[in-house]
T-cell receptor, first 114, second 110 residues
């Protein structure tokens, strides 16, 4: 247990569905992240939030929409996804946004887009 | 941009020593981190090097040479539970934006 939880753990959705991934951190951290992990590819940073403000958007398609209502919660809203979006989506948090700060990862949501 | 290279797979026996090399190209380098990820699990932090030299944490050690843009993770006295993927990641001065390598899958055999 890293103090970062994600729900659901598994999700299967059609290309026309709308779903949301949820992340919650119980560590009192100020920064939260979304990563995408595809088979045989490096972890890809998608979004960074610091103190509930989005500070990084790594050219992610608009069918992925993040939301950070407070410093403990992070959502990733999904709509009209493509099969190539099937991957493990990982949430992480860190104390601050310094490069020396350890990132704590949640267990991920395994997403399959049919 | 940033890029990192590390071997894709390493196999070793219990009790052996494994060194996973990581070379990187980046601007504004701040530090090199290592993470471990077991199959089906979350990446977990192992070590961080901002300065040249060796950092030791139990059976695992990490080394950095900033002038060579190179680092390595050393796994000693390998145990079966060390079978996992190991990722190096570079952080830049622009904030905690980590760029990860492709990962090295370590398989420990009896």
């Amino acid at each position: 247990e890293t103090g970062v939880t994600q729900t659901p753990r598994h999700l299967v959705m059609g290309m026309t569905n709308k779903k949301s991934l949820k992340c919650e951190q119980h560590l009192g951290h100020n920064a939260m992240y979304w990563y995408k992990q595809s088979a045989k590819k490096p972890l890809e940073l998608m979004f960074v939030y610091s103190l509930e403000e989005r500070v990084e958007n790594n050219s992610v398609p608009s069918r992925f929409s993040p939301e950070c209502p407070n410093s403990s919660h992070l959502f990733l809203h999904l709509h009209t996804l493509q099969p190539e979006d099937s991957a493990l989506y990982l949430c992480a948090s860190s104390q601050e946004r310094a490069s020396s700060d350890t990132q704590y990862f949640g267990p991920g949501t395994r997403l399959t887009v049919l | 941009g940033q890029s990192l290279e590390q071997p894709s797979e390493v196999t070793a026996v219990e009790g052996a020593i494994v060194q996973i090399n990581c070379t990187y190209q980046t601007s504004g380098f701040y530090g090199l981190s290592w993470y471990q990820q077991h199959d089906g699990g979350a990446p977990t932090f192992l070590s961080y090097n901002a300065l040249d030299g060796l950092e030791e944490t139990g059976r695992f050690s990490s080394f950095l040479s900033r002038s060579d843009s190179y680092g390595y993770l050393l796994l000693q006295e390998l145990q079966m539970k060390d079978s996992a993927s190991y990722f190096c990641a570079v952080g830049t001065a622009a904030g905690n934006k980590l760029t990860f390598g492709g990962g090295t899958r370590v398989l420990v055999k009896p």
